[in-house]
Every structure is written in C-alpha cells, then in structure tokens.
C-alpha cells in the first residue's frame, strides 16, 4: 500500500500568515501516460464531512479561495495557505489515488496562534 | 444541486447488522463511482473500496472484506453498505463519497453527510 506522511501532525499559525503543510508518499504518484499527480487535498471541519480542495496535486477546486494552493510531483506535495483566515481552522488530509488501495495521509491540525 | 444524502445515525447492539444508504440527487447515480470513507472517533479517514455504479460490482480494501457489503439500487439512485456482525471497533462515522470527474477513477468531489454508527 501507498503509505502517505503528513507533517507537522499539528501547526499553530497567526492570522494573515502563512501555513504549509506537507504529504509524502511512499512510492511515486506521478502517472507517466498523463503526466499528472494523483494527489488530492481536502479540509475537513469538525462536525463536517471533507471538502475537496485540490486535485490532481495541484488543481484548485472551483469555489475554493485562491489562498490555498497545492505543488509538488512525484512523491513530496504541499499545501499552502496564504494569508489565514479564522475559517480555515481544520484538520487537512491529502489523499492518492494512484493506486489500489486509495489511502489518505494521517491529517494534520490547524489552528489559529 | 448535485448531493448525497446519507441516512441517520444508528445505535446497534454487537452482532447486529446495519444497512447505510447513500442517495444521489442532482445527478444520475451509475455515472460516477461511489467511495466509502470510514473515520472512527477522533481518528483520520480510512478508505473502504468503492463500488462501479455502472456495472454494480464492488471493490473492498483489506480489512473491510466479509462483513461489509456495497450494493445500489439504480432505481432510486442510492448506493447502500451493509455491515453484518457489528463490532465494537466499527463504531465510527461512515461518508459516501462521488468521484469528482464522471467514471471510476479520481479524487473525491462530492460526500455525504455521514452516518454515525454506534455497536454498544
């Protein structure tokens, strides 16, 4: 299986600032008859089910705030926040789907400092 | 609006069955597969498998072989996951959730509510 790291597991930052979250995947998540990740990103708030925010590694999903934005290829991702506001406050997962079975990162917590 | 809507929350004895349902609406439900996400108390999402809406055929991850049973009926556009024998360690909350892009493959565009699932 498809073992994805997520680090830190918890980040605290203040409001306006920048938060980055990073996804390592233990092989590679890069197709190379497309050429894209298959790597998703999703925020999910407490009492609520995930929300899709980035797809294929990088892609922003429509209606998502064009502060969150998503890089990397191959195996190491990242997702980054610009400028936080007190909404963004949830635990974020990234997701491959590379290959069977899909497995998710562990999650890591943000909070507002 | 395209949605899923899952059925409410259960309170189930151990060794008791339970049948979840997943209804689409806004869109015809054979045209985008159907993922199941198990999230226990506290903890992270873990996939389930998935089922192909056009053929009906399932798909389980390891651990979830046996006792867990996805099925559909088309003609009212809702998925379903049975889990027969409940134990204690599948108290959880349990999300369908829609490819986002029409066939089998890809990230997770649309999920439902979730259903909580308690084996006490």
């Known amino acids: 299986d498809t073992v994805l790291t997520q680090s830190p597991g918890s980040l605290a930052v203040s409001l306006g600032e920048r938060a980055t979250i990073n996804c390592k995947s233990s092989q590679s998540v890069l197709y190379s008859s497309d050429n894209k990740n298959y790597l998703a990103w999703y925020q999910q708030k407490p009492g609520q089910p995930p929300k899709l925010l980035v797809y294929?590694?990088?892609t922003r999903e429509s209606g998502v705030p064009d502060r969150f934005s998503g890089s990397g290829s191959g195996t190491d991702f990242t997702l980054t926040i610009t400028s936080l506001q007190a909404e963004d406050v949830a635990v974020y997962y990234c997701?491959?789907?590379?290959?069977?079975?899909?497995?998710f990162g562990q999650g890591t917590k943000l909070e507002i400092k | 609006q395209v949605q899923l809507v899952q059925s409410g929350s259960e309170l189930k004895k151990p060794g008791a069955s339970v049948k979840i349902s997943c209804k689409a609406s806004?869109?015809?439900?054979?045209?985008?597969?159907i993922n199941w996400v198990r999230q226990a108390p506290g903890q992270g999402l873990q996939w389930m498998g998935w089922i192909n809406t056009n053929t009906g055929i399932p798909m389980y991850a390891q651990g979830f072989t046996g006792r867990f049973v996805f099925s559909l009926d088309t003609s009212v556009n809702t998925a379903y996951v049975q889990i027969i024998g409940l134990k204690s360690d599948d108290s959880a909350i349990y999300y369908c959730a829609r490819t986002r892009s029409p066939g089998s493959w890809g990230s997770f565009g649309i999920w439902g509510q979730g259903t909580m699932i308690t084996v006490s």
């Open positions: 997701h491959q789907y590379y290959s069977t079975p899909d497995t």
């Open positions: 806004g869109y015809n439900l054979t045209v985008h597969a």
């Open positions: 294929w590694a990088s």
